[in-house]
Structure formats: structure tokens, C-alpha cells
């Protein structure tokens, strides 16, 4: 079966810059659009930032758009995220995703894990 595998989170402090990786093993997703997801505590799951399969196109949720950095690499089999200047807002645990299509993001949603970010002053 096909899987996602995220890497990278844990504790940060405020101010610095986050880097999270989600890795496959199939070539189901070199064919995919990915996204990353997040959800806080005791709120619903946002969308972060989502990749077309090629890794040309991007969007970004608009609180997110001057911080975050979305990358897809279909050799690798690599969706990463960059996240600049963290605050405590950003403590969430992080989803890495993969659908059939790029906007709206769904059919065929695939889900990782979660990975949990928690950002400290």
C-alpha cells in the first residue's frame, strides 16, 4: 500500500525556521498533487500549502504565504516545507497529502501520519 512518511518535526523555538520532509516509496505520487496540512489543538485541520504533480504551480494558505516554501521532487520522491519565523500559532501537528487534483485538493486523498510540531518561546 502505498505510504507517506513526514520527518522533521519536534520542538523549535520562535524565530527560527522549520524544515519538514514526507517521503514515499511508490510512483503513485509522482503523479500526484501534494499538500501539506496542519492542525492546532482544539481546531479544525488547515491547509498549508499545495504542489501541483509537477512541482510548478503552488498556493498557500494567506496567512502563510510570506513564510512558507512548498517543494516537490519527484527523483527523490520528496515533498518538503520551509517555515521562516515560527511562532507559537504554528504548534500544530503537520499532515503531508497527496490527491489527484491540485485546486480544490481532493479525490483519492492519501494521508501521513502526522507529525508534531511545537514551537516554544
Known amino acids: 500500500q502505498a505510504q507517506l512518511v513526514e520527518h522533521g518535526g519536534g520542538s523549535v523555538q520562535a524565530g527560527e525556521t522549520l524544515r519538514l520532509s514526507c517521503k514515499w516509496s511508490?510512483?503513485?505520487?509522482?503523479?500526484?498533487?501534494m499538500a501539506w496540512f496542519r492542525q492546532a489543538p482544539g481546531k479544525e485541520r488547515e491547509l498549508v500549502a499545495a504542489?501541483?504533480?509537477?512541482?510548478?504551480?503552488?498556493r498557500y494558505a494567506d496567512s502563510l504565504k510570506t513564510r512558507a516554501f512548498i517543494s516537490k521532487d519527484n527523483a527523490k520522491k520528496e515533498l518538503t516545507l520551509q517555515m521562516n519565523s515560527l511562532n507559537s500559532e504554528d504548534t500544530a501537528v503537520y499532515y503531508c497529502?497527496?490527491?489527484?487534483?491540485?485546486?480544490?485538493?481532493?479525490?483519492?486523498?492519501?494521508w501521513g501520519q502526522g507529525t508534531q510540531v511545537t514551537v516554544s518561546s
Open positions: 497529502a497527496a490527491a489527484e487534483d491540485y485546486n480544490p485538493f481532493q479525490r483519492g486523498e492519501v
Open positions: 511508490s510512483r503513485t505520487f509522482s503523479t500526484y498533487a
Open positions: 504542489i501541483d504533480w509537477v512541482g510548478y504551480k503552488t
